[in-house]
């Protein structure tokens, strides 16, 4: 019994950051109508960013990180401003041209960084809670509790307010959103900067519990894609069961199945969504008109 | 108050003419119809003067604003609303949502709520619906909805692309009831339709495109007794 | 009618080209100076000798390839700086096998038809025995870094090891941590990739024959960064010993994760616990009591391996750990031979590697029929970021 809630706990904490990730993907797909390829690579930049602002510049993570994720926001107003006259001609060019950003942005960081990837020590030195005997890292607490609030905000800021059923309205009809004065052209860049912010945080808070390499955005933005599918493409809730869906099963897997941990875990996928093909909050595809 | 002055508008798309020249004006306060078959060039028109698409040749003044100018995101500060075909509410928003977007330019005050219930009071089944998602409207009241959206943003000159469109008699009717009580509050309209006894209700004036150009011109009330008219478009 | 606009044919051109530039395709770097050598057996007489490298040098196990071009270029500009062999210098030419067997094959074709003498590396044992084959095919003699089993298994006379075989590495530490220190509940993780299957294998034999069977063993894939799953189900076992079978970060990440969850097990590890990259993915502090079982213990050990380190940091700025010292050693292995032969070619350079006496950074080397040249390595434990020699 121990052991099945230290692997919930376990699958919990990474089911958090799977969420930020699918939370960035339902944002962008929400709002563009555009499946982001560049996503696992931003990440991996936000990663980068943040595991040297706390490391080489030695900030106090807690500033690290959102430094980290203001950076990569503009490193995401960037991408949107390059692709932005392929966005009105054709959504597929644009998709294409998101994985060629990806490409770029690994390669820059290879660049950079080198691509030997460093391991980030947990911010918080306090020991590990000991609850029944599950042993839970008070960092991993740490972690759901800031995607919780994250997901909070973005919620309170897509429905309560102008700028964010603004950004709505320009996914669903362009035209008409342009018809009643909203810059469709910002409005994607927001959306696309905001997204990749969440992005950089997923990666930022997931680099002391992991690996920080040019690689990592690759499986950890594969995770979050499945969530942000199996919770209903384009759905903020969505995106929370998702992601803490695939977390959970992705640990349960691991544990019972070891080396095949990631084929369970997508077989299992592949049947939930074959059995419900909108995700769990089944919105319909958003149409672009 | 602004007029709108139309000269010699061209729309190409491609090699083909779908505007060819069409020279109109609407003076403030006043109604202006363009009817005609599918195809012959009417919504066209209006996307080109709302700078949806691009002007092939003529120009668009909007009193001494060259409409050419402006984008098309800021025709809404000019005071040009724009009602398009085929509604295209905000399917995935709840009704009042669409509405205050229709405000989107200015802040979302009292002012702005005390607009919404004028608009409400106009339309009550919108009322009604204020928390539905638009995409779970009839296509009478997506209709209404398209029109209460861009009366938000208080225009002065109303553009409407074929509000009649799919509609029943009976809605046609409500539709045309509340146009004729915007004329009467002082809204100017530019009615592009195919229903012809509709645009006659609600305009002065008429222009009948065929095939891109203007093949007729007149008051509303010459033109309903015109016996080419009443034989083409109004089937007597 | 579909509009086809300049701008979006343009940008969706220069993303294709960008998506191309930045995949690197199994290049080469060369680092010496021209010249066409002949090929064939008997080779050419004067002119460059020209030995390629092949090594990781883009993907996850790149940085393993960048340790080891050091160590072969140090070891080869000493002694062009000298004179060469026979007034003739050496010229090496640097291959990306991108830690691939496939593109390895492609690399040891190319590497037959453009004339080169020997092959130094790979690092990965997967890709070295994908380009065996093709090496003995061709005679070309090959001095490796992998440590796997398998590679003795080929039977080429042609391939060589510059270190001990991983089962080396293992037995010597099962038998220090057995009977020097007495603990009986061991536990293994290791990975599924050619390394780390042959470390479960070869640790767990190894436990056997003195009797020991682990009271855990689990697997996980070589790119999984969260190993809390497989390391809670050990810490439910109560092992006194973890044994850890993967590449240096991952290695790390586990130790760091294990620690995290309150496990006190002592760590114990073959030759990536021995490197900088372990212990600063697992953290000094956690990384403490880590016991290391390596040929090569770190750079102050002796006179010899001081002098490495002074000319390697001298070289490029930072101090070299394992797989330079190791790649060091190949490298003058193979210049010896070379000097011996008076660069010689195919099976009589071979048979020159194999008669190769010398006292290398990580041992003395003495190769076999099967073409391992060193037998024992050294037990250290690490003690606040550096490793110690134990006292046995």
């Known amino acids: 019994m121990q052991s099945f809630f230290q692997t919930l706990v376990s699958g919990l904490s990474f089911g958090a950051v799977y969420s930020l990730i699918a939370l960035g993907f339902s944002l962008v797909y929400r709002t563009m109508g555009l499946v982001n390829f560049a996503h696992g690579a931003v990440l991996m930049t936000g990663a980068y960013l943040a595991s040297t602002f706390y490391l080489s510049a030695r900030l106090p993570f807690a500033v690290a990180v959102p430094a980290a994720v203001l950076a990569t926001g503009v490193v995401g107003l960037l991408i949107e401003r390059v692709l932005r006259p392929l966005e009105s001609k054709d959504v597929d060019l644009m998709l294409i041209g998101t994985i060629g950003a990806g490409t770029v942005l690994e390669a820059v960081a290879i660049l950079i960084w080198t691509s030997s990837g460093r391991g980030v020590p947990s911010p918080v030195r306090a020991a590990p809670l000991d609850v029944g005997g599950v042993r839970i890292p008070v960092y991993n607490l740490v972690v759901i509790a800031v995607a919780a609030v994250t997901m909070v905000l973005l919620t309170l800021f897509l429905q309560r307010t102008k700028r964010g059923a603004a950004m709505q309205a320009v996914a669903m009809d362009p035209e008409a959103a342009t018809a009643v004065g909203i810059h469709v052209g910002r409005s994607n860049a927001v959306a696309f900067a905001i997204g990749a912010g969440l992005a950089a945080l997923a990666g930022s808070l997931a680099s002391p519990m992991l690996f920080v390499s040019p690689t990592m955005g690759d499986s950890l933005g594969i995770q979050g894609f499945a969530a942000a599918i199996l919770g209903g493409f384009g759905s903020i809730p969505g995106a929370i069961v998702g992601g803490l869906g695939i977390g959970v099963i992705g640990s349960f897997a691991a544990q019972w199945f070891q080396g095949y941990s990631d084929l369970v875990t997508f077989v299992v996928f592949t049947v939930l969504v074959m059995v419900r093909p909108t995700g769990v909050f089944g919105e319909k595809t958003v149409n672009r008109a | 108050m602004s007029t709108l002055v139309v000269e010699n508008l061209a729309v190409r798309y491609g090699g083909v003419s779908a505007v060819r020249s069409v020279s109109f004006t609407v003076p403030p306060g006043e109604s202006v119809g363009l009817i005609g078959a599918n195809g012959a060039g009417k919504t066209s028109t209006l996307r080109a003067l709302m700078g949806l698409v691009p002007r092939a040749a003529g120009t668009a003044r909007f009193g001494d604003r060259d409409l050419g100018k402006v984008p098309a995101r800021h025709m809404v500060r000019l005071g040009i609303g724009y009602v398009p075909e085929g509604r295209h509410v905000f399917a995935g928003l709840p009704v009042e949502k669409n509405l205050l977007l229709g405000a989107y330019a200015s802040k979302w005050d009292s002012s702005c709520r005390a607009r919404l219930s004028e608009v409400y009071d106009l339309f009550p089944v919108l009322g009604q619906m204020r928390g539905r998602l638009a995409g779970a409207l009839s296509g009478g009241q997506q209709q209404m909805l398209a029109i209460g959206r861009a009366l938000m943003a208080r225009p002065v000159l109303l553009l409407l692309d074929e509000p009649s469109m799919g509609l029943s008699p009976k809605l046609v009717e409500v539709i045309c009831s509340a146009l004729q009580r915007l004329r009467a509050e002082g809204l100017s309209l530019l009615l592009v339709e195919q229903n012809a006894m509709l645009t006659f209700e609600v305009t002065g004036e008429c222009l009948v495109l065929e095939n891109g150009s203007v093949a007729m011109t007149g008051t509303s009330a010459a033109l309903r007794d015109d016996p080419r008219v009443r034989k083409i478009y109004l089937g007597l | ?392």
């Open chain 3, 1 to 392: 009618m579909i509009r086809r606009s300049g701008a979006a044919a343009a940008l969706s051109a220069a993303a294709i080209a960008i998506l191309a530039a930045a995949c690197s395709a199994p290049g080469s770097s060369s680092g010496g100076s021209g010249g066409s050598g002949s090929g064939g057996s008997t080779g050419a007489a004067s002119g460059p000798i020209k030995i390629a490298v092949v090594d990781a040098q883009s993907g996850s196990s790149s940085d393993l390839g960048q340790f080891e071009w050091r160590g072969v270029k140090l070891a080869v500009d000493q002694v062009n700086k000298a004179g060469g062999i026979d007034g003739r210098k050496i010229q090496l030419t640097l291959f990306d096998d991108q830690g691939d067997p496939t593109v390895g094959t492609e690399l040891a074709r190319k590497i037959a038809s453009e004339g080169f003498t020997a092959m130094l590396g790979t690092a990965e044992s997967s890709v070295t025995l994908a380009m065996a084959p093709i090496l003995q095919a061709e005679h070309i003699p090959n001095i490796t870094s992998g440590q796997s089993t398998k590679l003795l298994k080929l039977g080429s006379p042609y391939l060589f090891l510059n270190g001990p075989t991983g089962l080396t590495y293992d037995s010597t530490l099962a038998k220090y941590l057995v009977q020097t220190k007495g603990y009986k509940k061991f536990a293994l993780l290791t990975n599924n990739d050619s390394y780390g299957a042959g470390e479960d294998s070869a640790f767990t034999s190894s436990l056997k024959s003195l009797g020991i069977t682990p009271v855990a063993a689990e697997v996980v894939p070589a790119d999984q960064t969260n190993m809390t799953p497989q390391l809670n189900t050990i810490r439910s076992r109560n092992p006194q010993v973890l044994f850890i079978g993967a590449e240096e970060a991952q290695s790390g990440l586990t130790v760091k994760q294990a620690r995290s969850l309150g496990m006190t097990a002592v760590i114990a590890e073959g030759a990536p616990a021995g490197t900088p990259l372990f212990l600063s993915t697992a953290g000094v502090a956690n990384a403490d009591g880590t016991i290391v079982s390596s040929p090569y213990l770190g750079n102050g050990v002796d006179a010899a391996s001081k002098a490495f380190a002074a000319a390697y940091t001298a070289a490029y700025g930072t101090a070299p750990e394992l797989h330079g010292a190791k790649a060091y050693d190949g490298a003058e292995v193979m210049i010896s031979a070379l000097k011996a032969c008076h660069a010689c070619t195919g099976l009589a350079l071979a048979s020159a590697v194999r008669a190769v006496h010398r006292t290398g950074l990580l041992g003395t080397f003495a190769y076999d029929s099967q073409g391992v040249g060193i037998f024992s390595t050294s037990i250290g434990i690490i003690k606040n970021g550096t490793i110690e020699p134990v006292s046995s």
